[in-house]
């Protein structure tokens, strides 16, 4: 029994480039346009999940209206949570606290902002929700619409990457991630790139 897991990262929201954890922005003209580029007019999918912070939903509820696929919402998949970084970007915060930014990079188990998520806690979270897509739809393949941050904590739950080292995968916007599933045996497929044809 095979099950496949696409990951999706949003487009681009308004605003650009910054820590935006749960600050709920909405993708922007050109964060669309990444998206719709991804997937193209492809849909293999058997459903699809979705984070349900609107500059992911609002792409997946566009898609599996167009397609006809069941959409499902879990908060679990919701990005973590940045506390005082929220909504400010790598400069502003660097401003403020130099080095601070390199620090979290290098050690994000344990140079975190004031007041986010646990890492582990976020990785809890996410793993649930990872382990309910592979029971509940055994054998489909699903698409998961989410974040830089969830897809990380996708690689360390199936590929058992160390969290202090989840920080050092790149995940661009609207890039796409497939990892399979045979038994308890995980794969990547592909890592940051998308179905629409080049």
């Given at each position: 029994m ?15 480039r ?9 993708l ?10 991804a997937?193209g ?117 199936a ?35 998308s179905?629409?044809?080049?």
């Open positions: 095979t099950t496949t897991l696409d990951l999706l990262r949003h487009g681009e929201p308004v605003g650009g910054k820590y935006r954890g749960q600050i709920d922005d909405p922007s003209e050109k964060g669309w346009a990444q998206m719709h580029a997937v007019d492809t849909a293999p999918w058997t459903r699809i999940v979705s984070s349900p912070l609107q500059r992911c939903r609002a792409f997946a509820e566009i898609l599996a209206d167009r397609h006809g696929l069941l959409l499902t919402l879990d908060e679990r998949l919701a990005e973590v949570g940045f506390g005082v970084w929220e909504g400010r970007s790598a400069a502003e915060i660097e401003q403020d606290a130099p080095g601070a930014v390199a620090r979290f990079k290098h050690d994000p188990v344990n140079a975190r902002p004031e007041g986010a998520e646990p890492l582990a806690e976020f990785h809890g979270r996410v793993a649930a929700a990872l382990d309910a897509i592979l029971a509940q739809h055994p054998d489909e393949h699903v698409l998961l619409v989410g974040h830089a941050g969830v897809i990380r904590m996708a690689f360390a739950w590929l058992h990457v160390p969290l202090a080292h989840a920080y050092r995968i790149e995940v661009a916007n609207a890039g796409l991630t497939r990892l399979r599933f045979d038994g308890d045996r995980a794969s990547l497929v592909f890592h940051g790139g179905l629409a044809p080049r």
